[in-house]
């Protein structure tokens, strides 16, 4: 170190820019790691081909016609699944103490939540992209068009934002990523499952339909369905946004008061 | 002093009354007061689980006090926690950088966090990566650094802005010795040029080389305050080196000084040099002449101070290591 000028701080930026900025901390991530790309279209398109190829005939007469039952119900899996990485990205962060400066710095409080949502965003719909292609490729057909997409992509988006929440409060409150994972994904996966994300809930036992029936990720599922094949209702969109805003309206002043609390 | 004026230029760095942080039953630090006067190196020393840490983040408003009050440059940490993190930079024990990220790209974003636009946030994390010798480092991720790179990068990317205080929690734990010595050399720098530093050390030398004032603190209680000087003072004892001339009559020494000073007798591995604690020099070199009385010759002798480890060692009681 040679020499030190005293410098004096600019002028306080915005809370927008402040969350920019960790928009931008997001965007780098894929640059420097490229490989979590990987992780995380990996699976969904396993996934895709395994549901399609082995059970699809059996499930729905021909893999075509499985095809375009489980491609919207694969992509509210994704977006799910997607979430829980940002939960352990936090946790990571929190361990290193990376968040201690964040926090010591004069921004506003929640920038490092906003650019969390930011990398959340990006890796829905960088998986979501790939996992329609390969539908795509292999004979899906949205029937309702590119607008049709375009608004199973913002539901998608608004369902990533609302689930997102609770692997933030979960990464705020644990402090080794994979405990994140594991707790996580124990209780998606019944959820995920006993859904109707991969089969018509018609032959399951009663008490299991309804489970499915009140099930959100159904609802979700529904309505993005709805929404690729034309046909969706308002009340259906309503349906799959419940969760989403009922996770935002009681989460994200938890996770403020949790990570104040800190 | 005014805790309640957030612009008092006169207020000192820190000043902190009885604060208190529990966790469940622990009180991890039990009722500190800390007066650190602007541009001043403060030490604080203190083993691991003294509260040290914890007595910082509270400081730097990371952790709420659960009593007693404190501010920082003039501002309450309670009551102004965002004026407080205005004027504060920390650097925390754990490196506070993103790994993935490059050493340019962590203080970019941290320059563009204060308030830095576009060029002029690249121009200020080249600046400060050239002033700490990283330039040649600046595109590689940080994961890729060494141990001291890390430090270096980590205390400037708490100068985006020059801070008031800086508040360092062991700076050089897990340093090798070169390390440890660019980063003293880098806190003194920082000193000079006006910033207060308040820094947390388990390390004796270190408090001793570079603090003006040390508090040293145990279960979560500060148990001494001053200078190392007058530390060394308080624990009241120096240590006198004696080499005797005939090593054949070393015992005969060894029992002459206990004798005259009341205390026991240290042989060195190679023998030939005594060292034994002497309370005043007074004490000392009259032990000394009870040696040339009796016909010993003395080849060398000194009277050293204590070190801080004694210091440390006498104050918080012997037995724990």
């Given amino acids: 170190m040679n020499s030190l000028p005293q410098v004096a701080r600019p002028p306080a930026p915005s809370a927008i820019s402040n969350a920019l900025v960790f928009g931008w901390r997001a965007v780098l991530k894929f640059k420097h790691l490229p490989e979590q790309l990987f992780d995380l279209v990996m699976t969904p398109i396993m996934f895709t081909l395994l549901f399609t190829f082995v059970f699809g005939g059996a499930l729905a007469g021909s893999p075509g016609a499985y095809l375009q039952y489980f491609i919207p119900g694969i992509l509210v899996q994704t977006v799910v699944f997607n979430s829980v990485y940002s939960g352990m990205g936090l946790s990571t962060d929190l361990g290193k103490g990376l968040f201690d400066r964040f926090r010591s710095l004069p921004i506003w409080s929640l920038s490092p939540f906003a650019g969390l949502m930011v990398g959340d965003f990006l890796r829905h719909l960088i998986a979501g992209l790939i996992i329609l292609t390969i539908g795509l490729i292999l004979g899906f057909r949205p029937e309702a068009g590119i607008l049709g997409v375009a608004g199973a992509f913002l539901l998608l988006l608004s369902i990533g934002f609302g689930v997102g929440w609770i692997f933030i409060v979960l990464g705020l409150l644990i402090r080794t990523p994979m405990t994140v994972m594991t707790l996580s994904f124990s209780f998606i996966f019944p959820l995920v499952f006993a859904s109707n994300i991969m089969v018509n809930p018609e032959t399951m036992p009663g008490w299991l339909r309804a489970f499915v029936a009140v099930n959100p990720i159904s609802h979700m599922t529904t309505a993005l369905r709805g929404l690729m094949s034309g046909g969706v209702t308002g009340r259906e969109i309503l349906l799959a946004l419940a969760a989403p805003i009922v996770l935002t309206v009681v989460l994200a002043p938890l996770t403020i008061i949790i990570y104040r609390r800190r | ?321």
């Fill in chain 2, 1 to 321: 002093m005014n805790h309640g004026h957030s612009q008092n230029g006169a207020a000192p760095a820190i000043d902190a009354r009885g604060l208190v942080k529990c966790f469940g039953e622990l009180r991890a630090v039990d009722g500190i007061d800390l007066a650190v006067p602007r541009g001043m190196i403060f030490a604080i020393l203190g083993p691991n689980g003294a509260g040290k840490t914890t007595l910082m983040r509270m400081l730097a408003t990371l952790a709420r006090p659960d009593g007693g009050s404190a501010s920082v440059m003039g501002h309450d940490l309670v009551a102004e926690p965002q004026k407080v993190r205005s004027v504060i930079a920390m650097t925390g024990q754990f490196a506070s950088l993103d790994e993935d990220l490059t050493g340019r790209e962590n203080l970019v974003m941290l320059a563009r966090l204060w308030g830095f636009r576009g060029r002029a946030a690249r121009a200020r994390a080249d600046e400060l990566l050239g002033a700490f010798e990283l330039a040649d480092a600046a595109a590689k991720q940080v994961k890729d650094y060494s141990g001291g790179m890390r430090r270096r990068l980590d205390i400037a990317a708490s100068l985006i802005v020059t801070p008031g205080v800086l508040f360092l929690d062991e700076p050089t734990t897990g340093l090798d010795p070169v390390g440890r010595k660019s980063v003293w050399r880098m806190i003194r720098q920082l000193a000079g040029s006006g910033v207060t530093v308040l820094l947390t050390t388990q390390y004796m030398d270190e408090a001793d080389q570079l603090a003006a004032r040390i508090a040293v603190i145990d279960h979560g209680k500060k148990i001494a305050e001053g200078t190392s000087r007058e530390l060394k003072v308080a624990t009241g004892s120096g240590v006198l080196h004696v080499a005797v001339a005939d090593p054949a009559r070393l015992d005969e020494a060894a029992q002459l000084l206990e004798a005259r000073l009341g205390t026991t007798v240290q042989r060195s591995a190679e023998g030939g040099a005594l060292a034994i604690a002497a309370k005043t020099s007074h004490d000392a070199t009259d032990a000394l002449n009870k040696l040339l009385d009796a016909g010993i010759e003395v080849a060398d002798f000194s009277m050293g101070s204590p070190s801080l480890d004694e210091v440390f060692f006498s104050l918080t009681g012997a037995g724990r290591k």
